[in-house]
């Protein structure tokens, strides 16, 4: 079984700081805090001199010592406003998880991942085996969480080394862009065999795959894999098989902040979605509203 892959210089980093996140505020000279994590004094210095220069870490010119620096509040006070809106979220998509008795989730990015920060069952109630879910947040995964953000987002996403070396319509997803913010909501079509491709592409940081393998996964993908529906495709009669419903919230500085998702599972009509979207959209501006952001 292969292992995800891991960087040592990274995992020393992290360790560091979670050393002084957990004796909650104490300081330390250069030989102490090297002792203690178990680093060398010369690869200890390096972490903390490049810490304090971002300003994670703050240093006293006077007993020489390292603490937790400023740059932390700002971080912990953004995290701080994403999770406390993705609680507003939980108890705003209850009432809709029981209407139509859907999974319904709140997800971020969080670093260089997507991770579903709340999720409900179809009884409306917390589901807590959703919750902490990871995906990497690069190619041919996440655009829910770009398409509401500004152009550059976007760019930003569509330019990203994918995790396989999928060939995407770029100009489509551009036209997906524009339908979406007009629209309010996304609509998401998945064949079965789509969304057991996405799940592993999901996770690919985690495999070597051959080459060979590699090249045909992608192929498939660039084929079969996640479908936004655009206007004219609902226009039609009938029916049509949807996954997902998805919109999003916004900051205080009108970026998009969370990804809210109604699940659907089953065809149904174009009326129909167009109910549930509605409906999924007036809880995400009441989420933006009640967690302090606005619509940009």
Known sequence: MTTARRSPPTERVVALLDHF???????????ELARETGLSKPTCLG???SLVDAGYLARDPHDKTYGLGPALIAAGAVARQSFAAADVAARRLAPLAERHQATCTASAVVGRDVMV????????????TGVGRRYPFVLPVGLMYVLWD???AFERWLATPPTLPVRLDHEHLR???????????????????GRRLYSLMAGLTAYDLPAEVRDLVGELASTIGERVYLGTDLSARGKHPVSLLS?????????????LTLGVDAAITGAEIE??????????????????????
């Open 21 to 31: 996140v957990g004796r909650r505020g104490a300081r330390y000279g250069l030989s």
């Open 47 to 49: 972490i903390v001199t």
């Open 117 to 128: 920060l709340a999720a409900l069952g179809p009884d409306g109630r917390p589901s807590p």
């Open 150 to 152: 500004s152009d550059d």
């Open 175 to 193: 036209a997906v862009v524009a339908e979406c913010r007009r629209r309010g909501y996304l609509v998401e079509g998945m064949t079965d065999t």
């Open 247 to 259: 919109a999003p919230t916004f900051d205080a500085d009108g970026r998009q902040e969370l990804v």
């Open 275 to 296: 109910r549930r979207g509605r409906a999924l959209v007036a809880v995400a501006d009441a989420v933006t509203v009640e967690a302090g952001g606005r619509r940009p």
